[in-house]
């Protein structure tokens, strides 16, 4: 069974980014997280993890959209 909570340097792990990477993106509120614990360790639900994927595709998917790539003529 997975853990439904990660640690921020598992998610960096998922996300292939380091761990001040992630703690920026919690920080600015741009990934919800959690704190617990007495020292306030900060957790990211997996579930939560997963919308962040899928917004970033679709966020992709939108500037792709809008900035097509232009092919140059061989010359």
Same mark, same amino acid.
């Given at each position: ?7 921020? $340097?598992?998610?960096? #792990?998922? *996300?292939?980014? $380091?761990? $001040? ?9 741009? *990934? %919800? ?8 360790? @900060? ?7 997963? +919308? ?7 966020? #992709?998917?939108? @500037?792709?959209?809008?900035? %097509?790539?232009? +092919?140059?003529?061989?010359?």
């Amino acid at each position: 069974m997975e853990a439904r909570f990660l640690l921020l $340097s598992d998610v960096a #792990t998922e *996300l292939n980014v $380091s761990d $001040s990477q992630v703690y920026h993106m919690v920080r600015s509120g741009e *990934l %919800p997280a959690i704190k617990i614990g007495g020292r306030g360790q @900060w957790r990211v639900e997996r579930a939560k993890l997963e +919308e962040y994927i899928q917004r970033k595709y679709a966020e #992709t998917a939108d @500037w792709v959209h809008e900035n %097509p790539l232009i +092919e140059r003529d061989a010359d």
